[in-house]
């Protein structure tokens, strides 16, 4: 939070509302897969972002893990393993997880809202 707040910028989240729906997994599993908490830790993330006056941007989760950062390229096959990314067509490799951070800041820069700054005639210069 403090590296946040002193840089001037936000923490973004992939939204995982409704995760537990679109998954499935044994029935082994399943008491497991049901204790999952990405609700309560977004609301610790939530929670102490706004004590410290930091933005958290939610962003669309779909495609994260396997959009090529460099070049766009969507596909399921640009993860090769949980672990590695590499796109089939420029080649762009990395560790998944930081990948998908990229993807997931690229996605909330995108995102950002607009906020009117102090001086509006300042909007209106050229």
């Not at 939070?1 to 679109?22: V, W």
């Not at 610790?44 to 893990?65: C, M, N």
């Not at 067509?89 to 820069?109: E, L, M, S, T, Y």
Request: proline share 4%; glycine share 8%; aromatic share 6%.
């Amino acid at each position: 939070m403090a590296k946040a707040k002193g840089t001037g910028r936000a923490i973004a989240l992939e939204d995982l509302k409704g995760i537990r729906n679109q998954t499935t997994v044994r029935r082994a599993q399943r008491s497991r897969h049901h204790t999952w908490t990405f609700r309560q830790l977004r609301s610790f993330i939530e929670y102490k972002a706004a004590l410290s006056g930091v933005p958290v941007i939610l962003v669309d989760p779909r495609g994260t893990s396997h959009i090529c950062p460099e070049c766009g390229h969507n596909e399921k096959g640009n993860r090769v393993s949980r672990n590695e990314f590499r796109c089939v067509r420029c080649g762009f490799a990395g560790p998944a997880d930081h990948v998908a951070a990229i993807n997931i800041a690229a996605r909330a820069a995108v995102n950002q809202p607009m906020v009117a700054c102090g001086d509006v005639e300042a909007l209106y210069r050229n």
